[in-house]
């Protein structure tokens, strides 16, 4: 639930910075569908996995905006099997949600319970081929 809260309170302090600007209506920069989202996921997590070799069983949705959500922003799902350091265990699969800002990534954190359990999934080779050096085994 905690998860909820902070996506929450991220969007309402856009929305809150936003008010201030002086002229005429127009379309809400916030809420901008992310173009190149996959990329800028893969980037993430090459940056902040222990070890971003040899993921599998990665997934990703498309980009949505949850209108159970009293503020609106889009959001996908992602789920990997990352490998422990050091050795070739896998930790098992885990499911984060992108928080996109404005059309770019903000935030990849825990979603909350259940958020993620109806989407679909699609495949993601892109962080499934992710390597440091030359080869991956």
Do not use: W
Not at 88 to 109: D, F, S, T
């Amino acid at each position: 639930m905690s998860a909820l809260r902070a996506i929450v309170a991220l969007a309402f302090a856009g929305v809150v910075a936003g008010c201030g600007s002086l002229g005429g209506a127009k379309e809400d920069p916030l809420d901008v569908l992310p173009k190149d989202y996959r990329n800028e996921i893969k980037l993430l997590l090459q940056q902040t996995l222990d070890d971003p070799t040899n993921v599998k069983e990665a997934g990703i949705t498309e980009p949505a905006i949850n209108p159970a959500l009293p503020i609106q922003r889009y959001y996908s799902c992602v789920k990997y099997n990352a490998r422990e350091v050091g050795t070739r265990r896998y930790k098992g699969v885990v499911e984060k949600v992108a928080v996109y800002h404005e059309g770019r990534l903000n935030q990849l954190i825990e979603p909350p319970a259940g958020m993620c359990a109806k989407m679909a999934y699609k495949a993601f080779p892109e962080i499934e081929k992710m390597c440091l050096g030359t080869k991956c085994d």
